[in-house]
């Protein structure tokens, strides 16, 4: 039945497509002196929904109704509105450069919705508001992502997601077309460091749940596209406090042809590390610096570097912990440790690429990148622990753990060295013509894994070594490899996107194919994928989505090693099969604009790996193979709740379940199960002084599934980590206003902003995992693994 959807999808749509008639306005908006001014406002003004944003290069597409004459307005903060009047005929491309002076006063808002934008299941996010954001992130985009409907975090430190029932490694992310890989030995959030964006350089940040088009690669779940702005002018941007600093500049040639922005970011835990209920000496040092670099070899020919380089090192004494937890009995766990932990990350990346306009409808860009990743895990930690039900003394408030029940130690150590390199080289190509856009591409990718893996366990408890055995000595959790991993995966793209009219009724379709091999599963694999949009011409202003589409992910390094240390090279490709319906609805509340947007999806899964999840590591199992599915709704409401700052509300149900072969457990939740969950960012500002803002962000995620490690991947008997639940608050006094007339532009500051932050409001004590004791009998005590508490931080923040 799917097929013979499909199959008629292919034969009688593009027939229809011949009988529709549009024109097309095209080409660049600049300022006075030529610069390309990005993400300016392109519309129709007897028409305002079908508007338009310019790209970080200046340039613009609108499709309009031919035959009367209408005229198209151009317009963005800081410059003169301008308008022409065209007279289009059908299937006409019209080039229309435009220059925008700029503006003295205040311009009136206008309310521009970008059509292309509508027609795809892409939500766009305001860089400016991920900069505002609290967190202990220094402005981490993530941040922001982590508010949108279908997107769950359980951890403040780790700059990782979960989409639509997937996990981490199940997300795209993209930089100027680069995919970024993130570093492999990675335990705990606490290690992680700084995502690799840097929200400082941000231009245009992009994000699909699901339904994602053949462009984009190979992974089940979602991706995240952003571009780094192309700057048009000299600036700087300075911020301190107390969790870190960061530092950017940018700045143009004379001839306009040369441009450069570079950040450098130094981010310090320490200081909320300390909050955690294990006490020691942490000394946790992050750093990285990245810079774009631009030239305009001609008018059709620019070329682009990309630079790259972090260093995350991770150094921790432990001494004790003590962990309270339980109702209505309260056990106490005490702990008391000896040795140390020292983790080490380096990554690199280089990127040069080439965009040539073949004409003002067809351009090419050719990407040579290469990412590199050296880490090296070390600790020898010693720990003797007791663990005892807390109860209090006749007539007395005080409390001990008086009832014993069970005592033990252990001793962990790790020698794990990881040598990584991607190259990655890739050709793409936009080719537009009358009402349909094509894109195609090829990329070839070659893997290169040197691991040395020495790590075990040494548990001994109430006096028995276990696993307990009365004729040797053995060792939990060994792991003992030298694996040298080589692999080429080769994958191409080809999709057509159609706009059509049909009286005043709009339609899009895109339909597109995507395969892939790679040498050492020896799979070659084909992914169609097809959405369509349309817009009916109906008094409320509402559109509608469907998407389905194939979306294999070929086994990457940690999918194919075992908890055992043996590496499974040919480890098949996992499978999802989206379906996605939605769509959204422009109105009006309180004489203020909103968005409403609903999805429903249901995602097929096959040949899934099961896994289970430690804080923020994946430990899958490649010797088994599962099928399931996820299946949910989310829904978000975006708008001026307070007038004439944006915020936004969002609301996810989420169900998905998982079928491993052979454990006759039938279906079980899976890791990632966690029904219930709601984000929110809320801006506010005092209504007599508007230099003063707050910014509020609220996340909550249900409980989710674990098991001790006896049981594997568990039963429906699971123990669960409680639901996660957070709020940060952010107050912010702009010192020196922005510059906006001839006596402000003498300033050397273009603006100064003082912040406190309020991280985790209500000292709420989320869990990240589950330390399991077990006594000599085999039973198991869950003991929580607790995340931060609250927290002041101060920051700086200087404009030049």
Sequence with gaps: MKR????????????????????????????????????????????????????VDGSYKLTMKPGDSCTVVFSTAGYKKRVRTVKLAANQVLRLDQKLETETTNIKEVLVVNKRERESNMTRINPTLVQSMPGIGLGSVETGIKTLPGVVSRNEFSSQYNVRGGNFDENLVYVNDIMIYRPILIRSGQQEGMSFINPDMVGSITFSSGGFGSEYGDRMSSVLDVAYRKPVDFGATVSVSLLGASGEVESVSKNKKFTQIS??????????????DEKGEYHPRFGDFQTQMTYQWSEKSQIGFLGYFAVNDYQFVPKTKTVTYGYPLTYQMDMFFDGNERDQYTSAVGALWNEWKLSSN????????????????????????????????????????????????????????????????????????????????????????????????YVDSAGYNMPYSDTSIDLGGTMYNRIRYDAVEVSAFAQNTWRLQLGDNLFSVNAGLRGSYKNTSEQYLASPRVK????????????????????????????????????????????????????????????????????????????????????????????????????????????????????WISISYLKTMEDIEGDGLGLIRRPS???????????????????????????????????????????????????????????????????????????????????????????????????????????YYPTPNYLTGILFNVKITAKI
């Excluded at 950040?263 to 955690?276: P, S």
């Excluded at 408030?397 to 150590?413: M, P, Q, R």
């Excluded at 957070?726 to 100064?752: H, N, P, Y």
């Design 263 to 276: 950040g450098i970011r130094y981010k310090n835990n320490g200081l909320i590390l300390k909050t955690l």
């Design 673 to 779: 199960d966690q029904r219930l969950n709601l984000g929110l960012f809320l801006q506010d500002y005092l209504p007599w002084d508007n230099s003063i803002k707050m910014y509020i962000t609220f996340y909550h995620s249900s409980k989710v599934p674990t098991s001790p490690p006896v049981q594997k991947y568990g039963v429906e008997s699971h123990t669960y980590l409680p639901s996660y639940q957070r709020v940060d608050l952010g107050i912010s006094k702009q010192i020196l206003s922005d510059k906006s007339d001839g006596e402000a532009t003498k300033r050397f500051l273009s603006s100064l902003w003082a912040s406190l932050e309020v991280l985790n409001v209500y000292d709420k004590k989320n869990v990240s995992s589950i330390f399991w004791v077990k006594d000599v009998e085999g039973a």
């Design 532 to 647: 369509l949009s349309f817009k009916p011409d109906w008094k409320a202003n509402m559109q509608f989505r469907i998407a389905w589409g194939f979306y294999y992910q070929p086994a990457a390094f940690k999918e194919m090693l075992a908890s055992d240390g043996i590496f499974y090279e040919k480890t098949k490709a996992q499978k999802s099969i989206h379906y996605l319906i939605g769509g959204d609805y422009y109105m009006r509340m309180w004489e203020r604009p909103f968005k409403l947007t609903v999805e429903a999806y249901y995602k097929d899964l096959i040949n899934i790996i099961p896994y289970v999840v430690d804080n923020v590591r994946i430990q899958y199992d490649p010797t088994k193979t599962a099928k399931g599915y996820a299946r949910g709704i989310d829904a978000k409401l975006n708008g001026e709740f307070v007038k004439g700052i944006d915020s």
């Design 4 to 55: 013979r959807i499909f199959y008629c999808l292919a034969i009688f749509l593009p027939p229809l497509f011949a009988f529709s008639q549009t024109a097309i306005v095209t080409g660049v908006i600049t300022s006075e002196d030529g610069s390309p001014l990005p993400f300016a406002n392109v519309y129709e003004e007897q028409n305002h929904n079908n508007a338009v944003q310019t790209d």
């Design 362 to 457: 067809a351009r090419i860009k050719g990407i040579l990148s290469t990412f590199t990743s050296n880490e090296n895990e070390n600790y020898d930690i010693i720990s003797s622990y007791r663990l005892g039900e807390v109860v209090s003394a006749t007539g007395s408030s005080e409390k001990d753990s008086a009832i014993n029940l069970t005592a033990g130690s252990y001793f962990k150590h790790a020698r794990n060295d990881l040598q990584a390199r991607i190259i990655d080289a890739s050709v793409v190509g936009e080719f537009e013509r009358g009402i349909s856009t094509i894109n195609t591409g090829v990329s070839v990718q070659s893997h290169s894994v040197d691991m040395d893996i020495n790590e075990w366990v």
